[in-house]
């Protein structure tokens, strides 16, 4: 009898869950039960209330089952699941769940689908094939297709990526680099370790054909130290794509070049804007570096470098296999192709949802994350991490695109979406912003080193006596000001959109009385 | 001379060195600072002021067990903050702060990236997602057990 093939992710948070006591389990009952199986390691489906979601192959079709605990593995057994039996933690086919059939995977096509680290599996999942394009053509080319694609950066700040390599393609000859950014700093995200962990090699792809079209023959993969899980992944990844000629000095035979580095981060949150990352790799204290000159002409080394994001990188060879128009099909006005959003917070369903730009947080929050996991009413959702605004649930209907949220005065940022019920406390939140600026404020300047230190206090004395709480928010305010105005980067600079609209829309929070209360008095 | 060569220089390889030697001792030694500044080309002052500025380098030991809680947003979305408190009254100690006997060290994190699986901590290193206090508690107690 053929043995048959199960699934239990090998992703970090699946592992947090007790993925490992699972698998365990597993192997004990069917050494008892005298069976012989083949358990594959895949990354995460991104449907995480589920996890840990273990996988039967069924005559080629994967039935799914979850949240699995140790305890279940024996009536699961019995049940018949390696048949597909049925059993109360039955989830049916995987691809027929609607959390993961109203996605539209591209980015995160293989993602939970294949052995994370087989080669061959990459190759018989369409990966390599953008790659193979991209090694026919010239550099402009490329770097056509991808302007095509209308791809915008997916790190936060959404720069068009064609623009960007364009700029470095032009700079002249000589050393160049490309940098991954795998900082993945901002709460309430992961889809860059989604991705690194459950398909590392579409990383290293998207990496190697930006080298071609901008000229470098060197990569560095700027890894947070948070992410052991994802540096053993990619160390192994790299060294088979060396081993298997995809990378090093003759890119699947092609006589090109390129070197791939991982680098280890050291817990430094600013580190994640490129000028610190840098400064970083080169082995500095990770001050921000004033711009100009930009980093495409004098990045690492003073050499003209691409920083991008991992999911960026990891866009480039799906639109390079399929071509930019097909990926700009997707999407809404400037806002083109998809985005895997990352549902967090107090939601039932929280997870991976790689959808078009365009769709509204009500669809996500209520659609995708079932509401609030706690059963109360959500109250306030922060988008886009530590620096995004705070949306109240008047505004849930504001779509997802990049030019909607700058209008609304939010951002997308690296699509995070964190939610909260109505016991939160938004006057919290707000200190909680200002606190994390202060600790992660690399200090160069004023505004945002003394300013955010200085904001934690006004929102300490808010909180703890209600009289003056006037005046303090009119300090606050002018304070957060002179952030937005005066600092050199984004962590300063947009510390004061999660403390302006708390206290925009939440005023009650802060003891004070909201504007339309005043005037209906 | 290629770029590459004129343009890494030693100074490049300090925090891979930093996180080996931390990854060796659990911290960076005072004394290794000087061969630190001399290996890559840089002075102590320098050597000194990239261990600060990274959360990440200690130059003090770490207690035997490292407990790091997630006090980002997603965790504190679903109780984060009563995991955070209940781990400075359980086991007395301050954010950063080593116990005196040694026993325990207790971090602050922001983010771990399992925000789906909130509230996140690491003990030792090792990520769990979904803890609540008496989970917390039950971890520690096998910590204590080995
Ligand atoms: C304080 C701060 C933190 C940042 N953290 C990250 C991060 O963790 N990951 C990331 O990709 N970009 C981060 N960015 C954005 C980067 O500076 C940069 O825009 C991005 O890496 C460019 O890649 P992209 O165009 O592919 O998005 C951060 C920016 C700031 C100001
Ligand atoms: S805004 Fe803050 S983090 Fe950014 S450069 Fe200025 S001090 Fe550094
Ligand atoms: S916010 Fe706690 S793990 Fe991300």
């Known amino acids: 009898m053929m043995p048959i093939t199960l699934y239990i992710p090998g992703d970090a948070a699946v592992s947090s869950v007790g993925a490992a006591a699972v698998l365990a389990a597993v192997l004990t009952e069917a050494e008892r039960l005298d069976l012989s199986l083949t ?98 053509l010239p550099a402009e ?23 960007k390599w364009r700029t ?8 160049k680099y490309i940098v991954c950014n795998a900082d993945e700093g901002d709460s309430g995200t992961f889809s860059d370790r989604m991705l690194m962990e459950g398909d590392p090699y579409c990383l290293i792809e998207g990496m190697i054909i930006a080298g071609l079209a901008v000229g470098a023959d060197t990569g560095y ?71 100009p000159p930009l980093p495409a002409l004098q990045g690492l080394f003073g050499r003209p470098t691409v920083v991008n994001n991992v999911v960026t990188l990891a866009s480039v060879p799906w639109i390079l296999a399929h071509g930019g128009d097909a990926y700009a099909s997707h999407g809404v006005g400037r806002s083109k192709g998809t985005l895997p959003f990352q549902l967090a917070g107090n939601l039932k369903h929280p997870g991976l949802v790689e959808v078009p730009f365009g769709i509204t947080l009500r669809e996500l929050l209520y659609g995708y994350g079932g509401g609030s996991a706690s059963g109360r009413p959500l109250r306030a959702v922060q988008v886009g991490g530590p620096l995004g605004a705070y949306v109240p649930v008047e505004r849930f209907d504001l779509p997802l695109d990049y030019e909607a949220f700058a209008a609304a005065g939010a951002s997308v940022g690296h ?49 703890a006596q209600r009289a003056e709480r006037g005046n303090t928010a009119a300090l606050l305010r002018d304070l957060c000001q002179t952030m937005l105005e005066g600092s050199l980067c984004a962590l300063g600079g947009m510390t004061p959109y999660p403390v302006l609209s708390a206290l925009d829309h939440y005023p009650e929070d802060f003891g004070l009385v909201s504007e339309y209360e005043e005037r209906t008095e | 001379m290629s770029p590459e060569n004129s ?136 910590k204590d057990e080995t």
């Open chain 1, 168 to 175: 470095v393609h032009a700079a002249g000859a000589g050393q």
């Open chain 1, 39 to 136: 358990v594959v390691r895949n990354g995460s489906r991104g449907l995480y209330w589920l996890e840990p979601l273990v996988e039967i192959d069924v005559d080629g079709v994967r039935v799914a089952y979850g949240p699995v605990t140790p305890a279940d593995v024996p009536g699961l057994f019995a049940a018949g699941w390696l048949r597909g039996g049925a059993h109360p933690l039955r989830l049916g086919p995987t691809a027929e769940i609607p959390y993961l059939q109203g996605q539209t995977r591209l980015v995160f096509e293989r993602v939970g689908v294949t052995d994370p680290l087989a080669l061959a599996d990459y190759r018989s999942h369409g990966g390599l094939a953008g790659l193979k394009k991209a090694l026919t």
């Open chain 1, 221 to 291: 993969i700027y890894l947070r130290s948070e992410y052991p899980d994802a540096w053993a992944v990619l160390d192994r990844a790299v060294a088979a794509a060396r081993h298997e000629g995809l990378l090093g000095a003759d890119i699947l035979g092609s006589g090109r070049r390129f070197e791939l580095h991982l680098f280890k981060g050291a817990g430094a949150y600013v580190c994640g804007e490129e000028t610190s990352l840098l400064e970083s790799i080169e082995g500095k204290r990770g001050l921000v570096r004033a711009k």
């Open chain 1, 415 to 463: 699509g995070g979406i964190v939610a909260f019920d109505d016991t939160v406390d938004m006057a919290r939140m707000a200190r909680y912003a200002m606190h994390f600026c202060a600790e992660e404020s690399c200090g160069k300047c004023t505004p945002c080193r003394i300013g955010s230190q200085r904001g934690v206090e006004l929102l300490d004395g808010m909180l």
């Open chain 2, 7 to 142: 343009h890494t220089p030693a100074q490049a390889a300090l925090l891979p060195a930093l996180h080996a030697m931390q990854d060796r001792h659990g911290y960076i030694p005072t004394q290794a600072i000087a061969q630190l500044a001399k290996d890559h080309n840089v002075s102590r002052a320098e050597v000194l002021g990239v261990i600060g500025f990274y959360h990440d380098f200690r130059l003090e030991p770490p207690g035997r067990t490292r407990l790091r809680i997630c006090r980002a947003e997603s965790c504190q979305a679903v109780g984060g903050e009563r995991l955070a408190e209940h781990a400075v009254e359980r086991l007395g100690l301050d954010w950063g702060a080593t116990s005196t006997d040694g026993r325990y060290t207790l971090e602050a994190a922001y983010c771990l990236g399992n925000c789906a699986c909130s509230p996140a901590i690491t003990l030792d290193g090792t990520l769990y997602g979904r803890v609540d206090p008496e989970r917390l508690d039950a971890l520690l107690a096998e």
């Open chain 1, 141 to 163: 080319a490329i770097i056509a297709e991808v302007e095509a694609s209308g791809l915008r950066g997916r790190g936060g700040a959404g720069f068009p990526t064609g623009i």
